[in-house]
């Protein structure tokens, strides 16, 4: 089946500790995104990649970092200097940037104590 | 920096009965793309309609349509014969439809409205 997989559904780390999100896709999208989710708020944009070896930040990309080596892979790294790393993570992808929809991973939600 | 406000944080509805979520977007472009997601209690998000700003007519997939008025910068959705699993969270979501950019494939979300369906 096609689709995007986010890995594990559950994360738990500690205060200090880098920490990787997985996400992938095996629906030969050219595009990927990392979304942000927070109590009472929408979905905020991290980072995003429209093409393999290229990304650009989004609005909250402070204490992440990603890489897109392979068109299946965008993997999230929550490092250390991210204030408040708790909240749920959406990857999602698209055939194109201009592609009308974006299909979303399962999500992971990282808790830092 | 485009903005999308639902200013309703709680919303129910009578099964069966009809239901209208609000959603209000602030942009200097002409050319974007609106949408409605969901997100059920399993959390992952499901597109349930779009519409292009250059379309006048009102998208509608099935149970659901939408109330676009381009000019007020207004995009609700019209849930009909509401149903039990159409309890959820929704989003509106705004994207531009300008090549190239900062912006270029960016969803810029409201802060979601929880629908309770009552049997």
């Known amino acids: 089946d096609g689709g995007i997989t986010q890995s594990p559904k559950y994360l738990f780390r500690k205060e200090g500790q880098n920490v990787t999100l997985s996400c992938e896709q095996n629906?030969?999208?050219?595009?990927m995104y990392w979304y942000r989710q927070d109590p009472g708020q929408g979905l905020r944009l991290i980072y995003y990649?429209?093409?393999?070896?290229?990304?650009q930040k989004g609005d909250i990309a402070e204490g992440y970092s990603v890489s897109r080596e392979k068109k299946e892979s965008f993997p999230l790294t929550v490092t250390s200097a991210q204030k408040n790393p708790t909240a749920f993570y959406l990857c999602?992808?698209?055939?194109?940037?201009?592609?009308?929809?974006?299909?979303f991973g399962p999500g992971t939600r990282l808790t830092v104590t | 920096a485009q903005t999308v406000t639902q200013s309703q944080p709680e919303m129910s509805v009578q099964e069966a009965e009809t239901v209208t979520l609000s959603c209000t977007y602030d942009?200097?472009?002409?050319?974007?793309?609106l949408f409605w997601y969901k997100q059920p209690p399993s959390r992952q998000m499901i597109l349930v309609i779009r519409?292009?700003?250059?379309?006048?007519q009102n998208a509608t997939e099935n149970r659901f349509s939408v109330n676009f008025q381009k000019a007020a910068k207004s995009f609700s959705l019209k849930i009909s014969d509401s149903q039990l699993g159409d309890a959820a969270m929704y989003f509106c979501?705004?994207?531009?439809?300008?090549?190239?950019?900062?912006?270029?494939?960016?969803?810029?979300f409201g802060q979601g409205t929880i629908l309770t369906v009552h049997p």
């Open positions: 999602a992808s698209s055939m194109r940037p201009i592609s009308y929809e974006q299909y």
């Open positions: 629906l030969n999208h050219d595009a």
């Open positions: 990649s429209q093409i393999v070896n290229d990304f």
């Open positions: 942009t200097s472009e002409s050319d974007y793309y």
């Open positions: 519409q292009e700003a250059y379309k006048q």
């Open positions: 979501a705004y994207r531009s439809a300008n090549a190239g950019g900062t912006s270029y494939g960016k969803l810029t």
